[in-house]
């Protein structure tokens, strides 16, 4: 593979471009016309389908259902909620001409789907027979980007899942906001092997219109913390501007309580930055489309159908066991042209079966996580492919619980706090008395907001920036 | 059940009205705010998603991906190829704000792919190795309908799927426009149970950018047609203004040939349609998200345990056959109340489990298609299901099959012609000349366009117009 094809910066040397290189080298996006749009193209489409293919499971096993709503949202319905509106207002792009006319109320392209929701479900829901009501939409959301752009972590449009329920009592929508922020967990840790710290969102960074925001946050190599899934309580804050109302069973009307929930097309973005390396993507096996590349190496005509054979075999015989197989039979690539091909790809394991393979009745495995190449007796190869495949999704969980492991520091003085902000970024745990005013000032002199309030860890005494008696133990982090 | 919940009006009477209630009232859209746009509420989205797992699966094993293409198009790539923008233009959305700030170029929202997507293409095929380049896109599109609106059958957004493929040559080109032209043929025949012609669209008919467009028809009740699907040959129509140029193995630059092609949410309408009565919906097995639903009928708490158990039995049996069952357990609602409300929403088949059931040793089955009642012996039960699902699936193709029949005309009188459109509308089959002049006529005397011209079929002999010989046997029919 010549230079140009393949990635040609160093990981650690400037993330950034990188980064750039990997989506566009691998195939995974495009950017658009637009500025701030990409286009997905099938070998990123192929991961967010996995990843659908998890959330669409768990989510139906829970009872959840699929709908789709409009994208344009009339302006006056998008004002119902005023904080949540006064929040989005600055993204919203908006329409205001139908083929050669000026329509009459302009009409925004969905930011989330709250208060186009809601309209309906004020319509919907009008007995305890009706709740609850669990609802997930696929689509896309538009949100005209003031900051730089960057692929997959913040576009102009990005595909994602919202989730959105109505609930009887305040307790069952907690135990849904939960429940979810848990699905959330199971799919980021187990499947794209990223560790997350999930809590509380501080006020000051909670979704506009929620009573509370639960969060799941990563860091990813540069030292900057990432937001991967956020699950909201919204209480009644949205049922009774819209007026969610339910006959309960005793007879009394009351307004419902909501939640919503949501991951995008930015989980995309955190595998790339946290699992790839210089030779470009490496993906954790449950989460790869293509889980075992085969690659037939034949020098000479004479070796052709023997090897053909052994591969079709081979093949066969892993797709028995559900594995996802791609046999790499392009004549016009050399062998060593393929081999970089698929590495730049990320595909978690690579097969070579040759005349010497033949001849030793053996095949050859060579790992994309530390590049490991080993050969196995043919008999024993099928199992030993599903054995070394659950062994690469633990190692890059291993490898990513220590990279947040030496991104995460602890401190109760606010000069050793700084430092680490300014020298490795990362994650810094403190004490937070709970005051808005200290959350400003940090941010301010440091750029860190404060990514998570852990559910139940109050360890540190004093708050960070005040010193006070601390209320809270939180995770400050700079963040994309 | 009340007769505000059930459908109030005959099919035969208003059919438009009655549609309109069937939508509504099975719970499969709803009416959203803004004009023209509706909520694909949970039944009528499962519906979608298993027409979309049928094409997503037929459309993966002949070599296609998915991928996503942005929403908004700037408007000088939409004006790329003339007559495909000219065609579009009175019908665009377009974006001129986003936050407080007019945008430069305006954005117009997709009223289909083509050009957005051919300006990556551009980029993306350099050498024959490159191609086949065949996508597909599953996204919504939006067009500012001026004719009146009608949910699935013409809403202002739509989700659909638009198929983009790029080839080497023109006959490969030609073999995929009909090999997609087959799979929906399968899809709309085999799974929705609905009969339809295939073949071209005249010059007048085709989309705009394309060389030839295949489609194709079906015939609703109310004697107008309806366009189920369609399947371009763009030939070189896109690819030169957008400059899809490859190096062939001849070392020669060439000009890619291309296909696109879609099926949309309107299938869902003319399965209402098609197969619904004055009860509600009526669902074809292969395609319904709940093909059996058991009632346990249960008067006296005594029987409740041994009731249960028996559904429990049952329905385990009937999921390991691969069904799709749901059992409504709903304890507030009668059973005679719940037999209505499966019914209106169209489930294949009902299965009541009682005391006198239990007593016998029996289970009684309801069809939804013919309402016919039986019993079986339970040993027998499960492969009756099986049975009676496959026999609910014929018999609805044969019906609709009658309806086609029965409202297809074959006739060389243009009196008999504008009579027969007249008073019972449907397809009728006449000869023409190929002039546009006629067709136009046709359309402007009668109403009816010409809706599909078959492959090979050329038995009238002269023109239904000018009299003079006919070059081409062609379906005529007045349409949605």
Redesign the interface.
């Given at each position: 593979m010549s230079k140009e094809i393949g990635i040609t910066i160093k990981k650690n040397n400037n993330i950034s471009d990188w980064y750039t290189q990997v989506v566009i080298k691998s195939e995974l996006a495009?950017y658009?016309?637009?500025k701030g749009?990409?286009?997905?193209?099938?070998y990123g489409?192929?991961i967010?389908?996995k990843i659908k293919e998890y959330i669409d499971n768990r989510i139906k096993e829970t009872g959840h259902?699929?709908?789709?709503?409009?994208?344009?949202?009339?302006e006056s319905?998008l004002q119902k909620e005023g904080e949540h509106f006064e929040g989005f207002?600055?993204?919203?792009?908006?329409?205001?001409?139908?083929?050669?006319r000026q329509i009459g109320e302009?009409?925004a392209?969905r930011p989330t789907s709250e208060t186009?929701a809601y309209?309906?479900y004020s319509?919907?829901v009008r007995s305890w027979?009706d709740l609850p009501l669990l609802?997930n939409f696929w689509?896309?959301v538009?949100r005209?980007e003031?900051k730089s752009t960057k692929p997959f972590i913040r576009t102009?449009?990005f595909?994602w899942q919202e989730g959105h329920t109505v609930h009887s009592t305040s307790e069952e929508a907690e135990k849904e906001v939960l429940s979810i922020l848990q699905i959330y967990k199971e799919l980021i840790e187990d499947n794209l092997a990223i560790p997350v710290l999930t809590g509380l969102k501080s006020d000051k960074e909670k979704f506009v219109g929620a009573v509370y925001t639960t969060t799941l946050e990563g860091i990813m190599p540069d030292g900057l913390a990432l937001q991967m899934g956020t699950s909201h309580n919204l209480g009644q804050n949205f049922s009774k501007p819209f007026a969610i109302r339910f006959m309960d069973k005793d007879k009394q009307e009351r307004f419902a309580w909501q939640t919503s929930w949501g991951v995008s097309w930015r989980l995309i973005g955190a595998l790339i930055m946290v699992h790839g390396d210089d030779k470009g993507l490496v993906l954790p096996p449950k989460i790869a489309p293509i889980q075992v590349v085969v690659i037939p190496i034949c020098y000479k005509e004479k070796d052709s159908e023997s090897i053909q054979s052994k591969v079709e075999d081979f093949t066969k015989k892993l797709k028995e066991k559900g594995l996802r197989i791609y046999v790499d039979n392009?004549d016009?690539y050399t062998p060593g042209w393929k081999f970089h091909d698929w590495e730049l790809k990320g595909v978690p394991l690579r097969v070579e079966i040759g005349p010497r393979d033949l001849e030793k009745d053996e095949v050859t495995f060579v790992r994309r996580d530390n590049f490991e190449r080993f050969t196995e007796k043919y008999e024993a190869a099928i199992n030993k492919t599903v054995l070394v495949l659950e062994d690469i999704q633990s190692n890059l969980l291993i490898k990513s619980k220590n990279l947040l492991k030496e991104n995460t520091f602890t401190t109760n003085s606010y000069e050793e706090f700084k430092e680490r902000l300014s020298a490795k970024g990362g994650f810094v745990k403190a004490g937070w008395c709970l005051e808005k005013d200290c959350e400003d000032k940090v941010k301010e002199e440091t750029g860190a907001d404060i990514r998570v309030i852990p559910f139940d860890e109050n360890t540190m005494k004093t708050c960070i920036y005040c010193m006070r008696e601390a209320k809270k133990t939180v995770y400050f982090a700079k963040s994309y």
């Open positions: 495009d658009a016309r637009a749009f990409i286009v997905l193209r099938p489409y192929a967010w389908e259902q699929n709908a789709y709503f409009p994208t344009l949202i009339p319905l207002i600055p993204e919203v792009y908006w329409v205001t001409i139908a083929g050669k302009r009409l392209l186009i309209d309906s319509k919907w027979r609802l689509n896309s538009m005209a003031i102009s449009e595909l392009r016009h």
